[in-house]
């Protein structure tokens, strides 16, 4: 078998339209032994079109799509291949030099894998593990390079978990400026274990040239609120042009999607140049038209900033103007607090409360999320637990304001994520949690379970599902969700010989002044 020269994959939970919902992404870090394959494959993430004889794959990941562009200055377009996972030996064989492979999470080391699969393979890892012994196998056979990028690549960065996964380069950083010359040394041989890379311009970025999984676009890239915990930290910020984002969604609308997605790392800061990170509404609303007026449904975002949504409540109404969103159209979007007390957002994440002061910030969470209900916005909100220097009084900070956005009914999910440390030296683990901080994982899904019969018409909402699907996936979601309760319960009696009634009643706003 010939093969192709150049073959660009990623693992099988990344190669999905995840029905049009990205909130399905999740189930990817759920735990892969409580979760029949078949409701991941079949239900939630079915795989993209793929043609059936070669294994192309007619939809991939933005960053394979980047790096797809930047080969096709030089290569000819059939030597360059995008492929299914699951089909790689139909294009992998004796011309095949280099096999590129894109990750997010592949060991399933991120937050939100760490929390949702606590000591258990994860779907996104059990699948890369897959993908990497099916590519071992092939590499012995065509002795081809294995490059790999992306926003997981750090966590395969160590000779050993190359060895085992038959990685022969990892890149960390933004390969789009150096991806040509990457590939073409790896084709010599000639290129190291690790490199650290970082685009210079935004000139220099490629366009993609085939559509996105979901129809996502890149729309900018880095945020420059500099929270010490974020790897985005350390990429400039760049904003996308235009006319150049609307030639990227036209390729995914000629395709077949019917809406536009756009990545960010802080949307709202699209077109800011303002010291105090106040929103750039013209840019903003000019994007938004600008887009939209291509025929797409909606625009739809995955990131914004609570401050930056506070600061600018008329902006946010006019982006629904434009989406058309009213109560039987709302659309959802990631927003981090990571932490309610006002001493760890000063230390960790202070401009992240830009144009507010630290000590406004859980003020700024509260009127944000009102202002995205208002609209017509649902808000899934993470914060983290765990800091290395987290004292119980910081703890107890974010309690309160989960309480209160429990108390008024916030139409949103709150999602509790493990602090995890790039370093893996001050990574926490649930047996790690203390009293206070259980709590405040129990007060978040608490809540979750509270709002969930108002959630699941925005997560099962999709023209694909029938009725009778519907009814069962929302019979799944409740049952993962008091999965999740019933684990956190029998956490707690192991961790503290006690049940959650008897530990949360020390951390409730009543008991704020409680010494413990």
Request: proline share 5%; charged share 25%.
């Amino acid at each position: 078998m010939a093969g192709k020269r150049i073959v660009l994959t990623a693992d099988r939970s990344l190669m999905t339209n995840y029905r049009g919902n990205f909130l399905y992404g999740f189930i990817a870090c759920g735990p892969y032994e409580l979760v029949p394959e078949w409701v991941f494959d079949k239900l939630f993430c079915p795989p993209v079109e793929t043609d059936p004889i070669t294994g192309e794959a007619k939809v991939a990941q933005c960053g394979l799509r980047r790096v797809e562009g930047a080969l096709l200055k030089e290569y000819r377009r059939d030597e360059v291949f995008v492929a299914n996972p699951d089909m790689l030996d139909k294009c992998i064989g004796e011309d095949t030099k280099v096999v590129g492979i894109n990750v997010m999470d592949p060991l399933g080391m991120a937050p939100v894998t760490t929390t949702m699969s606590p000591e258990k393979l994860s779907y996104i890892a059990m699948k890369f593990k897959r993908m990497c012994a099916t590519i071992i196998q092939l590499k012995k056979k065509y002795n081809f390079k294995v490059l790999v990028g992306g926003n997981g690549a750090w966590e395969l960065a160590k000779p050993d978990r190359m060895r085992i996964h038959g990685i022969d380069t990892v890149v960390i950083g933004e390969a789009d400026e150096v991806a040509l010359d990457l590939f073409k040394d790896a084709e010599k041989g000639d290129i190291p274990p690790l490199l650290h890379t970082f685009v210079r311009s935004i000139d220099n970025i490629p366009e993609i040239q085939g559509p996105t999984v979901n129809s996502l676009i890149e729309a900018m890239r880095g945020c420059g609120r500099g929270c010490d915990f974020c790897d985005v930290n350390k990429r400039s910020k760049k904003d996308f042009p235009l006319d150049r984002l609307q030639r990227e969604a036209m390729i995914n609308l000629k395709y077949g999607f019917d809406s536009i997605w756009l990545q960010s790392d802080e949307m709202l800061l699209y077109g800011c140049t303002d010291k105090n990170f106040i929103p750039n509404k013209d840019a903003l609303v000019e994007l938004w038209s600008g887009l939209k007026s291509l025929g797409a449904k909606f625009v739809g975002t995955t990131h914004m900033t609570l401050s930056a949504v506070t600061s600018s409540p008329d902006l946010i109404k006019e982006l629904s103007r434009i989406n058309n969103m009213s109560n039987e159209r709302w659309l959802a979007t990631n927003l981090g607090f990571e932490t309610a007390s006002p001493r760890l957002a000063k230390k960790h994440l202070s401009m992240k409360t830009k144009p507010f002061q630290p000590e406004e910030w859980p003020e700024v969470i509260k009127e944000g999320c009102k202002i995205l209900n208002d609209n017509y916005w649902f808000p899934a909100l993470t914060l983290i637990v765990g800091w290395p220097d987290e004292t119980i009084d910081d703890t107890r900070d974010t309690i309160e304001i989960v309480e209160y956005l429990s108390s008024t009914n916030m139409r949103g999910l709150i999602a509790p994520l493990l602090y995890q440390d790039f370093s893996e030296k001050n990574s926490m683990h649930f047996g790690n949690l203390n009293e206070a901080q259980f709590t405040l994982f129990w007060r978040c899904w608490e809540h979750n379970l509270n709002v969930i019969n108002d959630i699941i018409p925005i997560i099962v909402r999709n023209k694909t599902y029938g009725i009778a699907m519907k009814v069962f996936m929302t019979m799944l979601i409740k049952a993962g969700t008091w999965a999740i309760m019933r684990y956190l319960k029998g956490l707690c009696r192991e961790l503290f010989g006690e049940l959650p009634e008897d530990i949360i009643s020390r951390y409730t706003k009543k008991s704020m002044t409680v010494s413990v």
